[in-house]
């Protein structure tokens, strides 16, 4: 928080709403760094801005001061993240903000990751004044899914998405199944898939859909999401999509018969059988991965479980304008009665408008 108490300028919000802007270009490139966004002030002006671009590449406040130069000296730093104080790929910017000799930094968020936290304690140390707060908010929903890592979290950061009717079904009954929402929104869903570290469907959407759950018609990230599917009995059809394609692109199937004859098959085609009896234990061996980030795109069933499980971090739905009517698949016909009746009281995140479809993101109140 703000060391002084007082309430911040509409101009300090602006810098750093400049800097998420900057941090966000980072989309997809910069995993399993945090993206990060900076700008540099003097006398009002800004004299230097700058993003983390690429993992292992210039961090943003390095980047800010390498475009501030001299004008840097007894400048104010808005970013949107407590500068790093440890060595990686890259030198920690705490020392070259000291180096540079700016009076002020102002950070949207402190860093919960121990290899990297204690930039503010380095900065003060020096003589430099750090504040904490601006734009807190917006800056800890970019990077959730780093932060919820970075603070100890033992799985991934769980977006489900969801594609559903008016009527709140994600698939009919009575007819073969094909696209809910409009080119717009399946593109916002691209998008969303490069920003994950992996992403999952449960092994009735994968039979259901044959679902090739790659990145297409965005720009690429810099590493593709590994492919997971919840496969409890390796049902996984040899000719599917995802396993056509497993010598390309990695696909982890999470089963608990990973020696059994069917996962033996769909291993000798590529595809990875691991061992996860039960729901956490497959979130455990994800996170053990390396995944901070899983984007879960269905069915009801691993929906309703992870639901259930109080597993959700964040609940994406693209609604579209049809009806699927009577006997269509409902979208929580899975979910506990307790976890659906929980949904009324999770806070609105985003909403934006894909041409006729709507998206909506949802937070539990807890996080």
Partial sequence: MRDSGSAWSVRERAWMRRALALAARGWGQTAPNPMVGAVIVRDGVLVGAGHHARFGELHAEAAALAQAGDHARGADVYCTLEPCNGHGKQPPCSQALIAAG?????????????????????????????EFGLEEEAARELNAPFLHWASGAK?????????????????????ERGWLTGEAARKQVHRLRAGADAVAVGIGTAIADDP??????VKKPRVAPLRVVFDHSARLPLGSQLVRSAKKAPVVLLTSAPSGESALALARKGVEPVEAPDLSSALQALHARGVQHLLVEGGATLAGALLGGNLVDRLVIFQAPVLLGAGALGAFSAAPAAATSALSRWRVVER???????MTI???PDR
């Fill in 102 to 130: 700016v009076r002020r930094v102002v950070a949207a968020t402190p860093d919960p990751n121990p290899a990297k936290a204690r930039g503010a304690e380095a900065l003060r140390a020096a003589g430099i004044a750090v």
């Fill in 155 to 175: 799985r991934p950061w769980i977006t489900l998405k969801l594609a559903v009717s008016l009527d709140g079904a994600i698939a009919a009954g009575d007819r």
């Fill in 212 to 217: 090739a759950l790659t990145v297409r018609g």
């Fill in 352 to 358: 934006r408008e894909f041409d006729d479809d709507l």
């Fill in 362 to 364: 949802l937070a539990p």
